[in-house]
């Protein structure tokens, strides 16, 4: 089939789930319920498709973004493929595979008809940049578009212990003005959570771009893999009054301005840390009443995040929004990487010739919430349920494009991106294979 005739067959595949699954901007709820009971009850694809090039499946998902808990589109694309792949579709990681699902649980999870060793979890939402404007600016489109090649790769060559998860919302609990934003504000790994999924998965892999990589390196660290992430917010209170008479109130803006310089300060105070420590406080967001620009505010509030990594940093961190009158939520912990795993993993790198970076990211990422949940970073870790045995969350490069993450000018080399997270991902399942025991648990604990 020539180039013109595979752009023309993509076109149509996008059209096609788009015009199914959305009314204009709004989503199709009810086709989209009634299309996910029909591939659990039956098995089968609504749309059937013959393997896709890597190329091909990263044109349709960059072209079908959507934001935490809405990925109806992406989803069913991927629905579709996996179940014309020859994978089962389940509602949990039991046996049932008929339940329906309720609207904005877009997770899907397969599984083979043998016994599951081990899974690999992927992201299927898009960075959000502003109301009906999203992007695949955090790689997630790569990050799916080599997780179902691996998908295709393993049945081609006979490997049939291997699942997927395909996990909503990792860029958090979506946003009401977007159409839904989650009641108790889980991200998309503290949601599978919640619902025990990972209490029955006995192995994870999962992998992410990282721009800050060279372009053969891949970042594999023991132990701490990333930082921990905590939400911040800080009510500054004011008293109205008006602009030309601003002594006459009191002006929220002064105190929030004071509460970011602080943070410019606490950040310096991280820079000078050693020994792995690591911390930084971004702000990202500031809010104030809706009042006339000739009048003081009531209040305002600052919003951002932190990355923390090591138990000082985490200490300055929280002595800092004391004294400061800020509260703070843990959105995710660090990921804890097997080392069992990790060694396989080593093993593959140094075969495929990358070079490899031991230091954690510095990112946080939701797969954490499928792994051990330990102090300080998670208080009380067993109330939130067992995790899964043992994890590996590794990072690859961009394949030598430009940009960052998060960032309008995104560029990522796509097919190199593609090429060496593939060739990891094969290379730790075979290493799997060939292992003569499974994976011990991360830490011994959970």
Not at 256 to 265: G, L, R, V
Request: charged share 20%.
């Amino acid at each position: 089939m020539g180039e013109a005739s595979v752009s023309a067959d993509v076109s149509k595949i996008i059209a096609h789930y788009r015009e199914r699954y959305y009314r204009g901007d709004a989503v199709n709820w009810r086709q989209w319920l009634q299309d996910q009971s029909f591939r659990f009850a039956h098995q089968r694809s609504i749309h059937s498709f013959e393997p896709l090039s890597p190329e091909a499946i990263h044109s349709i998902l960059k072209s079908l973004p959507e934001p935490s808990y809405q990925e109806v589109a992406t989803s069913s694309f991927i629905g579709d493929y996996m179940l014309s792949l020859g994978y089962v579709l389940v509602s949990t990681l039991q046996n049932n595979t008929n339940t329906i699902p309720k609207q904005y649980e877009t997770e899907l999870i397969f599984r083979t008809r043998k016994e599951t060793r081990a899974f690999i979890r992927v992201d299927t939402d898009a960075v959000v940049f502003g109301k009906g404007n999203y992007s695949h600016a955090c790689g997630h489109s790569i990050n799916l578009s080599s997780v179902l090649t691996v998908a295709q790769l393993l049945r081609d060559v006979g490997i049939d212990y291997i699942g997927f998860i395909f996990q909503p919302a990792e860029e958090g609990p979506g946003r009401e003005e977007d159409g839904y934003s989650h009641p108790r504000g889980f991200g998309g790994g503290q949601y599978l959570r919640a619902k025990g999924i990972y209490e029955k998965v006995p192995t994870l892999l999962s992998c992410h771009i990282d721009t800050s990589l060279e372009k053969d390196h891949v970042r594999i660290s023991h132990g701490l893999a990333t930082a921990a992430a905590y939400r911040f917010s800080k009510r500054a209170i004011g008293k109205e009054a008006h602009a030309a008479l601003p002594w006459q109130g009191k002006n929220p803006i002064e105190e929030a301005t004071q509460f970011i310089f602080n943070i410019f300060e606490l950040n310096k105070a991280f820079q000078a840390l050693s020994n792995g420590e690591y911390g930084l406080v971004t702000p990202s967001q500031l809010h104030t009443t809706a009042s006339e620009i000739n009048s003081l505010a009531s209040h305002c509030t600052i919003q951002g995040i932190s990355r923390v990594s090591g138990g000082h940093s985490l200490q300055m961190f929280h002595d800092f929004m004391k004294s400061n009158r800020g509260e703070i939520t843990l959105e995710a912990p660090p990921v804890y990487n097997s080392p069992f795993l990790v060694e396989i993993a080593r093993s593959v790198a140094h075969e495929n010739n990358f070079q490899m970076v031991e230091s954690p990211a510095r990112f946080r990422d939701e797969t954490a919430w499928a792994g051990p949940l330990m102090g300080p970073f998670v208080e009380s870790p067993e109330r939130y349920g067992k995790g899964c045995d043992a994890i590996l969350h590794f990072f690859t490069s961009n394949g030598g494009g430009s940009g960052g993450l998060h960032s309008t000018e995104f560029n990522p080399n796509v097919l190199g991106a593609i090429e060496r997270q593939v060739a990891m991902l094969m290379g730790i399942v075979k290493g799997l294979a060939h292992a003569a025991k499974f994976p011990p648990s991360s830490s011994g604990r959970n």
